[in-house]
């Protein structure tokens, strides 16, 4: 497509008394289009609704999969309409309407709900020559395209990516998953930014078939990417769950974007998406609210020390949402504050194998912003930290309790054999 330059950032308006997303606390000057890249710690939904429109030439997001146990499924209804987003039989004009249709179990009770803000905030976000890309999985990605095109419009689907890999564990009972999506969206098809010369090539599949120039140049993508996971033994691996390799970021990064331009990712995770653009000269904001996440960035990005002392760590009493699945040993009982300090203890030992393993990314560097949206989160975390100890210890309780019944009935069938055998003689 055409190259055509990003227009200036608007600023965004202060606040109406009364304005519902008027905030405590409100810091808009957490970004500055001028300013250095950031690591920002928020919740990320109330973040973005402060930052400028159309600040960001590259949005990619990798939303959690919604994998879980709770799981609302909307439809549409349509009905005709002159000016409808959806076009039918003989041309006619439709427009369309969410409808609730069933639920069932899943890690969220509503997806969309979750999603459908987030989505139309990137939209807002993304600059008139902006992209869009979505990394999901097989199970949502065909409700999310339904969702995005009426967000985007369809005429703004520009891709569907598919990232193939070959690791790990494979099904027995069924064709082995192995790849995720990628949704490419642009803000305007008619003027979105892409730049075939910046993107690394690939090797031709039967070299011999073509000139020998084009063999030694390599030859564009398509739309099926075959890229290796981040190597559990590379020099990229943070140990972080769910990173993505950076060679996959970079390559959106590169195509999609010019030197200098802002890049966004508000589920950032490990960073990889900043450490892509970094090494592009691109500047990047990077949203997470999980202090292990935070701090993985901090060390990957490097961040600037004096602004990280905004930082708070892991809210006191939730450490246990953040140590491994499984039954922390205490020495000393099972006490709520025994357990919070063991759960603490195995935290801060998986936070520093987290940041030993993570490397600094050559050239990056931003600021630290904690966002005041994180004083909520830090309040659910530390409920949602007793509530997890709660639970903990009901577990353990009938634990033993099964095992004292156990207990028990073994026993009395052994008096009851024990008597028998009396008995017969």
């Known amino acids: 497509m055409g190259i055509s330059a990003s227009p200036a950032p608007a600023v965004p308006s202060p606040a109406e008394p009364g304005d519902a997303s008027a905030q405590p606390g409100l810091r808009s000057d957490t970004f500055d289009p001028q300013g250095p890249s950031l690591i920002v710690q928020a919740d990320n939904l109330h973040y973005l609704r402060e930052l400028p429109d159309g600040a960001f030439t590259v949005i990619y997001i990798d939303p959690p999969f919604n994998t879980g146990k709770k799981q609302t499924r909307r439809t549409l209804s349509s009905e005709a309409s002159e000016k409808g987003d959806r076009t039918g039989f003989k041309g006619k004009s439709y427009s369309s309407t969410l409808q609730t249709l069933a639920s069932y179990n899943d890690s969220f009770e509503d997806y969309w709900a979750f999603l459908a803000p987030r989505i139309e905030q990137a939209h807002r976000l993304l600059a008139q020559d902006g992209t869009l890309y979505l990394h999901l999985d097989w199970r949502e990605v065909h409700y999310v395209k339904i969702m995005c095109d009426m967000i985007f419009g369809r005429e703004n689907f520009i891709n569907e990516l598919i990232w193939a890999y070959d690791y790990g564990a494979k099904s027995t009972r069924r064709w082995p998953t192995k790849h995720d999506n990628i949704l490419v969206y642009a803000k305007d098809h008619r003027s979105y930014y892409f730049n075939t010369a910046e993107v690394d090539r690939e090797p031709y599949m039967a070299p011999g078939l073509v000139t020998e120039e084009k063999a030694s140049r390599g030859k564009l993508p398509t739309d099926v990417w075959w890229h290796t996971i981040v190597s559990p033994t590379g020099k990229e691996k943070t140990g972080y769950p769910t990173q993505k390799p950076t060679g996959l970021l970079r390559r959106m990064i590169a195509a999609s974007s ?41 060390k990957r990005l490097n961040v600037d020390p004096v602004s990280f002392e905004a930082y708070r760590g892991v809210p006191r009493g939730a450490s246990v949402l953040f140590t491994p699945k499984r039954t922390v040993g205490v020495r000393g009982g099972t006490s709520r504050d025994a357990l919070t300090a063991a759960s603490r203890h195995a935290l801060k030992a998986v936070l520093e194998t987290l940041t030993e393993t993570t490397r600094p990314v050559e050239g990056a ?37 099964a095992r004292a019944a156990e207990a028990a009935a073994s026993t009395a069938d052994e008096v009851l054999q024990h008597r028998a055998s009396r008995e017969s003689l």
Do not use: Y
Not at 258 to 271: C, H, N, Q, Y
């Open 365 to 401: 560097s931003c600021k630290f912003v904690r966002h005041w949206s994180m004083d909520t989160v830090d309040r659910k975390m530390r409920v949602d930290g007793r509530n997890e100890l709660r639970r903990q210890r009901q577990a353990r309780a009938k634990a033993r309790a």
């Open 258 to 298: 010019r030197p200098g331009d802002w890049v966004l990712d508000f589920f950032a995770g490990s960073g990889s998406t900043g450490a892509a653009a970094a090494q592009l000269g691109r500047k990047f904001v990077c949203v997470d609210q999980n202090p292990p996440a935070i701090e993985v960035m901090a």
